[in-house]
């Protein structure tokens, strides 16, 4: 793992979204592998602003969404359909016949979830996946207990997950139970993950995640076994690693430092 460290939220958020701006500028026609939930809305404006500016073109980008509820149609307000839409789609040149997103409200959910894994095989598996990190330890929905060798399956969400999770819904109306996930393995076999984590809720998890034992009891510990993870973090995020002024010292910060 590279773990690079910011002063805020702010910087931690702007080098994420510069880590896409890059690869799509070296590999217009790459794979991304894209995340929802209050992490990503700031991570997406950087990217909206780049395109607005002239900076990034995204015509040729093929995306897949990691998630999406069970039982939510795609124009329900709290699908990543949705989402994922007003967050980043609608105000950019995504060629939304190359956007994929899990069909919540598909007839067999569990024949929607192979489909889909089988489609991003087929395209060639992610080259660049974005992820967050749940207070729970989960990625993408893999929830506690998932095994590292998962492909895109319906899981069960924890009453924790879908507590967090209430405020985007109206009142009265219960988060689905629910969801379809790409699984553990298959986001290991993305060529590159850059996962990005602020806030002081996040430490706990982020430093299990780092410097924890390999457990399904923290599913983000997973990545520790991919060779090219980058965990992008503020201070608050980063304020339970015991390691800290170790990973400062290798990229003081947040930057690349010669070999010499």
Known sequence: ?????FDTSEMA????????????????????????????????????????????DFASVTTFNLDEYVGLTPDHPCSYHHFMAQELFDATD?????????MGNAPDPEAEAKRYDAKIQAAGAIDLQLLGIGTNGHIGFNEPTSSF???????TLTKATRSANQ????????????AITVGIQTILESRD?????TGESKAPAVATMIEGALSASCPATALQLHPATTIILDQDAASQLKLREYYFQVHPNGQETPIV
């Open 94 to 102: 995504f060629d939304r016949s190359q956007t994929h997103i899990p």
């Open 1 to 5: 793992m590279k773990i690079l460290i």
């Open 13 to 56: 958020t702007s080098r994420a979204a510069q880590q896409i701006i890059d690869r799509v500028a070296a590999h217009p026609d790459c794979v991304l592998g894209l995340a929802t939930g209050g992490t990503m809305p700031p991570v997406y404006r950087h990217l909206t602003n780049a395109h607005l500016a002239g900076s990034v």
């Open 193 to 197: 993950i850059v996962l990005l984590a």
């Open 149 to 155: 060798g998962s492909r895109t399956r319906i899981k």
């Open 167 to 178: 405020r985007y819904f109206s009142d009265g109306e219960e988060p689905p139970r629910y």
